[in-house]
């Protein structure tokens, strides 16, 4: 039987297609979770810590009271000798390239032209006052998400920073050490165990143990995503959407199949919520694939192993398509998290790509991505690379717009002041002009 789900793009019924388009995003909308998230914040709105400590007793089965909430310095000093010194210079090695990336990303963010005789504009670039960051736990130990958050958060300068993580069943309330060492590399002190959802909620408003922060960013479940939406009614500023991963593979007949296999396994382990595609125009190579993808399943832990499968067969599978043009115009349609170019020509194809939260050619695997080359890994979901990008410190930096002008630039301007301020009825903006003897009486 065939582990992946197959399609052929122009006969697709539409029934497979509105489901592989709308993957798990429906779940976060889903009106009982989206009302049991307006519970939980309404309840930490209200009660603070104690209904923070009331989500982690209902949710995780962990009896917290207020005061264990914050990480304590003796745990940072526990976890830095609880991680292995490989992971430990892996996640140096990824703060080091993600900082450095994220450097050169804002390094024009500040910025002033003459785009006329002295007529000067420009914008100057400063960063948020205040951000949380969500890293989730409930699926295994993520390091990683901290140094793709955390890292930009530093680089852009945001003063205060929180870092919110749920613990972990065993030991009883422990905060994943990996985690922690990230937090001391970067030097973030304030980290916080809370459930995802009162958690995020906390944040959003404050108690007597969380700071009020100005936007939460992070990824997470659907209870996570939801509470990062309904927080935004009460003014503070999230990023959409961080929901279940999501990964196209896109590849012609010169791809190699093991290969081609390992790269779909990749994001399709992370949860049954995932979704994995491969799009092509050979049936030979979906053939190819599928019986590698049945080889390297059987490596896989048994749980892994049916996040996978379901990642492939439910809301992804393989897209057999006419040619790689049609293969864009899908990719572009679909606009995912991750995208993979496995051809002989990926920039070509790279440059017919419009909407993509990363797009990752020739070589490189979406593991490498995830990890340590740098780039963003915390990417819209859900269709929203159509209108949002991945966390980088632009994140974390807003501008004021700066304009100065010369009496003379101004006196050019003046006429086109006047003209709008009086054929808007604003009598005192065109004063504002003629008050410096401009524009006549």
Same mark, same amino acid.
């Not at 307006?38 to 923070?52: L, S, Y």
């Not at 409930?138 to 958060?153: H, M």
């Not at 969380?210 to 990023?239: D, K």
């Given at each position: 039987?065939?582990?992946?789900?197959?399609?052929?793009?122009?006969?697709? $019924?539409?029934? *497979?297609?509105?489901?592989?388009?709308?993957?798990?995003?429906?779940?976060?909308?889903?009106?009982?979770? &989206?009302?049991?998230?307006?519970?939980?914040?309404? *309840?930490?709105?209200?009660?603070?810590?104690?209904?923070?400590?009331?989500?982690?007793?209902?949710?995780?089965?962990?009896?917290?009271?207020?005061?264990?909430?914050?990480? /304590?310095?003796?745990?940072?000093?526990?976890?830095?000798?609880?991680?292995?010194?490989?992971?430990?210079?892996?996640?140096?090695?990824?703060?080091?390239?993600? +900082?450095?990336?994220?450097?050169?990303?804002?390094?024009?963010?500040?910025?002033?032209?003459?785009?006329?005789?002295?007529?000067?504009?420009?914008?100057?670039?400063?960063?948020?006052?205040?951000?949380?960051?969500?890293?989730? /736990?409930?699926?295994?130990?993520?390091?990683? @998400?901290?140094?793709?958050?955390?890292?930009?958060?530093?680089?852009?300068?945001?003063?205060?920073?929180?870092?919110?993580?749920?613990?972990?069943?065993?030991?009883?309330?422990?905060?994943?050490?990996? @985690?922690? &060492?990230?937090?001391?590399?970067?030097?973030?002190?304030?980290?916080? +165990?809370? =459930?995802?959802?009162?958690?995020?909620?906390?944040?959003?408003?404050?108690?007597?143990?969380?700071?009020?922060? /100005?936007?939460?960013?992070?990824?997470?479940?659907?209870?996570?995503?939801?509470?990062?939406?309904?927080?935004?009614?009460?003014?503070? /500023?999230?990023?959409?959407?961080?929901?279940?991963?999501?990964?196209? @593979?896109?590849? *012609?007949?010169?791809?190699?199949?093991?290969?081609?296999?390992?790269?779909?396994? =990749?994001?399709?382990?992370?949860?049954? *919520?995932?979704?994995?595609?491969?799009?092509?125009? $050979?049936?030979?190579?979906?053939?190819?694939?599928?019986?590698?993808?049945?080889?390297?399943?059987?490596?896989?832990?048994?749980?892994?192993?049916?996040?996978?499968?379901?990642?492939?067969?439910?809301?992804?599978?393989?897209?057999?398509?006419?040619?790689?043009?049609?293969?864009?115009?899908?990719? =572009?349609?679909?606009?995912?998290?991750?995208?993979?170019?496995?051809?002989?020509?990926?920039?070509?194809?790279?440059?017919?790509?419009?909407?993509?939260?990363?797009?990752?050619?020739?070589?490189?695997?979406?593991?490498?991505?995830?990890? @340590?080359?740098?780039?963003?890994?915390?990417?819209?979901?859900?269709?929203?690379?159509?209108?949002?990008?991945?966390?980088?410190?632009?994140?974390?930096?807003?501008?004021?717009?700066?304009?100065?002008?010369?009496?003379?630039?101004?006196?050019?301007?003046?006429?086109?002041?006047?003209?709008?301020?009086?054929?808007?009825?604003?009598?005192?903006?065109?004063?504002?002009?003629?008050?410096?003897?401009?524009?006549?009486?």
């Amino acid at each position: 039987m065939a582990a992946l789900a197959r399609y052929v793009l122009e006969e697709i $019924s539409p029934e *497979d297609r509105g489901r592989i388009m709308r993957r798990a995003s429906e779940e976060i909308f889903e009106p009982s979770l &989206v009302e049991s998230v307006r519970q939980i914040a309404e *309840d930490v709105r209200a009660r603070g810590d104690e209904a923070v400590c009331s989500a982690l007793a209902r949710f995780d089965g962990l009896e917290l009271a207020p005061p264990q909430l914050p990480v /304590s310095p003796a745990e940072f000093d526990e976890a830095a000798t609880a991680v292995a010194p490989a992971v430990v210079d892996a996640i140096r090695l990824g703060i080091a390239n993600s +900082r450095a990336f994220n450097e050169r990303a804002i390094r024009d963010a500040s910025w002033r032209e003459e785009i006329a005789p002295g007529h000067v504009v420009g914008e100057q670039a400063s960063a948020i006052d205040s951000a949380g960051l969500f890293v989730p /736990s409930g699926k295994g130990s993520f390091p990683s @998400v901290l140094i793709q958050i955390g890292t930009p958060a530093v680089v852009a300068g945001v003063r205060d920073i929180t870092v919110v993580v749920p613990p972990m069943a065993e030991p009883a309330g422990a905060v994943d050490p990996a @985690v922690l &060492v990230v937090a001391r590399e970067l030097g973030l002190e304030r980290v916080i +165990r809370a =459930n995802g959802p009162a958690g995020v909620s906390a944040l959003a408003f404050g108690t007597e143990t969380f700071p009020c922060v /100005s936007r939460v960013v992070g990824p997470g479940s659907p209870a996570v995503t939801a509470a990062q939406i309904r927080v935004q009614l009460y003014g503070c /500023s999230t990023v959409m959407l961080f929901g279940p991963t999501e990964s196209i @593979v896109v590849a *012609d007949e010169s791809a190699e199949p093991r290969i081609v296999a390992a790269d779909v396994l =990749n994001e399709a382990e992370h949860g049954s *919520d995932s979704a994995a595609l491969l799009v092509t125009p $050979s049936a030979e190579l979906v053939d190819a694939v599928d019986t590698e993808i049945e080889v390297q399943l059987s490596s896989l832990p048994e749980w892994r192993r049916e996040f996978a499968r379901s990642a492939i067969s439910h809301f992804g599978g393989a897209m057999i398509t006419r040619d790689l043009a049609e293969a864009a115009a899908f990719v =572009n349609e679909y606009a995912p998290e991750h995208l993979l170019v496995s051809m002989r020509n990926p920039d070509d194809f790279a440059s017919q790509i419009e909407h993509a939260g990363e797009i990752l050619l020739g070589d490189t695997p979406f593991s490498a991505g995830n990890y @340590v080359l740098g780039v963003p890994a915390t990417l819209p979901t859900g269709g929203f690379a159509r209108q949002s990008s991945g966390v980088t410190a632009r994140t974390f930096l807003k501008t004021s717009s700066i304009a100065q002008t010369t009496p003379d630039a101004l006196a050019r301007l003046a006429p086109g002041i006047i003209a709008l301020a009086e054929h808007e009825g604003f009598p005192a903006h065109a004063a504002a002009l003629r008050s410096r003897g401009l524009g006549g009486s």
